[in-house]
């Protein structure tokens, strides 16, 4: 029996694609002449050049947060070294004796985890362009939370009804896990996946000081940049404090997510490419590190290449090659993918160790995994929907209730 502590993923969340608008044009004036007109507008700001074909949605990067959550599901179901263990406790012996080729494919699912680090960077930016500290904050917890807590609670019971795969927690570290705060207070995950959440909270409270400052083009470089260096040093730095903050393991994904939407909404130039490069490098460094240091299944070659074509493809959707996809479908699709994500692992490995001699195993990865996008789809319905209704109304209403105050006084 093992503790629910091995990685997983974390899918953010669809957001509006704002207009495209290019960097204001370098160009001199002579003295005593008057500017003449430009496309940049007044006060210096970038204008937009236009809305995008069929609305602003980005309805691709829906399609791509799905299909990673789909890679990281196959990956902990049938894919992972501890499922490919003698007498394992979830298939009971190796699942690449009983199905080698669906481990081959599936031994490289954990690069999702990547995948959607470098989609959350992207879409947090989106998102939060043109917005103030209180708007983020109520967004982020309105989006994370609803889910979240019924994930904890599913799990929970799941492990309960289901014993024998991972050892329960105690219920002061049950209780714990419902701040989302767990891993800062060195208490295990309910389920090992949710190792991502505390990654894409620090790079939250990380952003959160560009969004006071308010988001323009030279502040995110900047904070690319920052944060890269930051991020480098940390680890050889002997601060632990510094390397908490810093992230290492997760920083140069999200300041890939950051370049490449700044491409989408003002242009490539040479700094941005320079700092998706920057990210590659890095990335493809800490993919071997994880391969070492936790994965074992899979190569250094073939997750890179993964890693290289995802990234690829992500150029491709900022610089709007993708825009005619706008598949309705992708939006439905995507909206399951967060809370797929949250009760798929424990829960299914569990349940497969229940059920792998009542069927073939093939046909039991298609019905978990099917029954768990259902069951995604109803927790977006009927708990993230409602309940993020209810937590906005309430945030509102305290923010405004902390003005009144600060206006009396």
Not at 210 to 216: E, K, N, R
Not at 275 to 297: N, T
Not at 331 to 338: K, P
């Amino acid at each position: 029996m093992v503790r629910a502590a091995d990685n997983g993923t974390v899918a953010p969340e669809g957001a509006e694609v704002r207009t495209r608008q290019p960097l204001p044009p370098l160009a001199t004036v002579p003295p005593g002449r008057r500017p003449a007109p430009s496309s940049t507008g007044g006060g210096g700001k970038p204008a937009p050049r236009g809305k995008r074909p069929g609305g602003g949605r980005l309805y691709v990067i829906d399609g791509i947060r799905i299909l990673a959550a789909l890679m990281v599901a196959a990956h902990h179901y049938a894919g992972t070294w501890r499922a490919d263990r003698p007498g394992n406790p979830v298939w009971d012996r190796p699942v690449s004796d009983i199905m080698p080729t669906v481990f081959r494919f599936a031994s490289y699912g954990w690069i999702g985890v990547e995948i959607f680090f470098v989609i959350s960077g992207f879409v947090i930016c989106m998102s939060c362009w043109g917005r103030t500290p209180r708007q983020f904050f109520v967004s982020r917890v309105i989006r994370l939370y609803p889910a979240y807590w019924f994930g904890v609670l599913f799990t929970t019971a799941v492990l309960v009804a289901v014993p024998g795969v991972w050892e329960r927690l105690r219920l002061r570290e049950i209780l714990l896990n419902l701040t989302m705060l767990q891993s800062g207070s060195a208490v295990p995950n309910v389920d090992g996946v949710y190792w991502t959440l505390w990654s894409e909270l620090r790079f939250y409270l990380l952003f959160l000081v560009v969004v006071a400052m308010g988001l323009t083009y030279r502040r995110v470089v900047v904070f690319c940049c920052v944060w890269g260096a930051v991020a480098m040093l940390a680890p050889i730095s002997d601060l632990h404090l510094l390397e908490l903050v810093a992230n290492p393991e997760g920083a140069w994904y999200f300041i890939a997510g950051l370049a490449l939407y700044l491409m989408h909404r003002f242009g490539q130039d040479l700094l941005l490419w320079g700092i998706l490069a920057m990210a590659w490098l890095m990335g493809q460094l800490e993919l071997g590190d994880r391969i070492v240091q936790v994965e074992h299944v899979s190569g250094w070659r073939g997750s890179v290449a993964i890693f290289t074509v995802f990234l690829l493809f992500m150029v491709a959707v900022a610089l709007g090659y993708t825009d005619r996809i706008r598949w309705k479908w992708l939006v439905t699709a995507g909206a399951m993918t967060y809370p797929l994500y949250l009760i798929h692992y424990a829960a299914g490995t569990a349940l497969i160790a229940r059920l792998h001699d009542t069927m073939d195993p093939r046909l039991l990865l298609v019905a978990l995994i099917g029954a768990f996008l259902l069951l995604g789809y109803l927790i977006h319905r009927l708990v993230e929907r409602p309940v993020s209704r209810l937590l906005k109304k309430g945030l509102d209403t305290s923010f405004a209730r902390l003005r009144a105050a600060d206006k009396r006084t």
